[in-house]
Each structure stands twice: as structure tokens, then as C-alpha cells.
């Protein structure tokens, strides 16, 4: 079963099997490994590249402690646009060569667990996107939490968050059709009990990890200021213990400081 909105609660609903057999949540989240260590989504640096030379510090018996993200991709272009997921996600071969052989982006042997990152507006075009990467990924992550003037301009990110009916309907599509599960990127707003609904419609329309940066929406560049800790430790209580909850402090080329680590330690605890 998955849920659908109704006056603003999230009512069940019956879903295709893909929803009901795939595991989800905290089960998910131990059959990838557990990972400890994660290597956020980083738009022009999070490529293959940057995947291999991070996961080669780690030794081969414990590479599911690492679980690395794609870069940003645009949900749309990536669905239509050939030359642009050629450019930005080689699962196999050129078609010059063997389909059938994994190749980069992906690869079981070398580049999992993987998680591909998306940005959209619009659940047809997500989900066409979406089936593309299914095939070569553990789970497919919504961003909502982009505050750049571009994600302003193309209506999606963190500018997505008044809109919480279009969020459920991204989810819930990607949670109901695909063979893997769905995970999403939030950012907090402007008080707790808001920002737990927030929470609440995201794990409600199925996303089974929910990742949620301690920052509002305008903190950014010289605005951005420190993480709110205490928002995040209050969403840890209040959220289900068994679905995944990942909350981070740090953007996502922001440097960690010891400091840091130890917050996220005691709120992850």
C-alpha cells in the first residue's frame, strides 16, 4: 500500500507490485550495508570520476560503507534530450559497442551503492527519467532542496516547498512504478511543526530515505549560516524509528568540522 492526500492526510491507497515488494525504509537502508559514509550529490563534481578516487580509499571488503550520489540531474532533459544523458550517465557501452556489459556509471563492481539524483517539477517526466537509471542504481532521489537563483528560475529545488501536493505526486509516482526505491533531499522552513509535516508528506507519498539539510531556504552563500540542530534533533523524535532519517548540517560543498560531526552524532543518536 501506498498513500495518497486528502484534505492534507495521507490515506492508502493500492499501488503496482513494485511498491509493495521492493523493501523500504530502514530494511532498505541495511541491504544496501549501512552505509557510514556518504558522498553528497555535487552538480559538476560528483561525476564517476570523483565516485572512483573517493571509493578507493576505502577497502574493497567494505565498500558498502560508502554510498555515493550522481551530480544533479535535470529530470526532463535527462528523459529527452539523448546528448545529455549520454554526457552525464554512461551506464553501458557507446552503442558502437556491447550493450550489455556494464560499463561506468553504476557498475555493480565498482560503483555501488549509487543513488541518482534528480531535480523536476513534473511526476511524467520524472518517472520517464527515472526508468532510465533504474536499471544501474539502488534508489532514485528527489532534490528539494537546491535554493540557487536557477532552481528559483526553472521552478524546482527548494522552490518546490509551498507546493506540497506536487511533492507527494513526484514521490508517489516514482514509489508506485519503479522496481527500486524513491529517497528525497529536504530543506527545513520556518518552524518545526511545519517542517514536520513537510517530513510527514514526504514519507508518506513513499520515499523510503529522507535526507533533510538544517538550513532554510534563503540561508545561502553569504546568508548561509549555521545548521539548526535543534530543528533536526526534533524531527529525529518525531519521525517513524524505522524509516531513515539523515540529517545534515552541511551543504553540500561545505567543509565538516569536527564540531560538526560530533552535532550530527548526537543527532543521529
Request: charged share 25%; net charge positive; aromatic share 8%.
Amino acid at each position: 500500500m501506498a498513500a495518497t492526500q486528502e484534505n492534507g492526510a495521507a490515506k492508502p491507497t493500492s499501488t503496482p507490485s513494485t511498491a509493495s515488494s521492493k523493501l523500504h525504509g530502514r530494511e532498505f537502508y541495511e541491504s544496501i550495508g549501512k552505509p557510514k559514509f556518504i558522498v553528497a550529490p555535487m552538480v559538476d563534481q560528483s561525476e564517476f570520476a570523483w565516485r572512483m578516487l573517493t571509493r578507493s580509499f576505502i577497502p574493497a571488503s567494505e565498500q558498502s560503507s560508502l554510498l555515493a550520489y550522481t551530480p544533479m540531474f535535470h529530470a526532463r532533459l535527462f528523459a529527452q534530450d539523448d546528448k545529455y544523458r549520454a554526457a552525464h550517465f554512461q551506464a553501458v557501452r557507446p552503442a558502437s559497442e556491447s550493450k550489455e556489459e556494464p560499463w561506468l556509471d553504476g557498475n555493480p563492481s565498482i560503483d555501488r551503492p549509487l543513488f541518482v539524483q534528480f531535480c523536476a517539477n513534473d511526476p511524467e517526466y520524472l518517472l520517464e527519467a527515472a526508468k532510465k537509471v533504474a536499471p544501474y542504481c539502488d534508489a532514485v532521489d528527489l532534490n528539494l532542496g537546491c535554493p540557487q537563483g536557477i532552481a528559483r528560475k526553472g521552478r524546482y529545488g527548494a522552490f518546490l516547498q509551498e507546493d506540497q501536493d506536487l511533492i507527494f505526486r513526484l514521490i508517489n509516482t516514482l514509489h508506485r512504478e519503479l522496481p527500486i526505491p524513491v529517497t528525497a533531499k529536504i530543506r527545513i522552513l520556518e518552524t518545526e511543526e511545519k517542517t514536520l509535516a513537510y517530513a510527514r508528506n514526504v514519507l508518506a507519498a513513499g520515499a523510503s530515505i529522507l535526507t533533510v539539510h538544517g538550513r532554510r531556504r534563503e540561508q545561502k552563500g553569504h546568508l548561509t549560516g549555521t545548521a539548526d540542530w535543534k530543528m533536526l534533533r526534533f524531527l529525529r523524535d518525531n519521525l517513524p524509528p524505522r524509516r531513515s532519517c539523515s540529517p545534515t548540517g552541511t551543504s553540500c560543498k561545505g567543509a565538516t568540522s569536527t564540531s560538526a560531526w560530533r552535532r550530527r552524532a548526537r543527532t543521529a543518536s
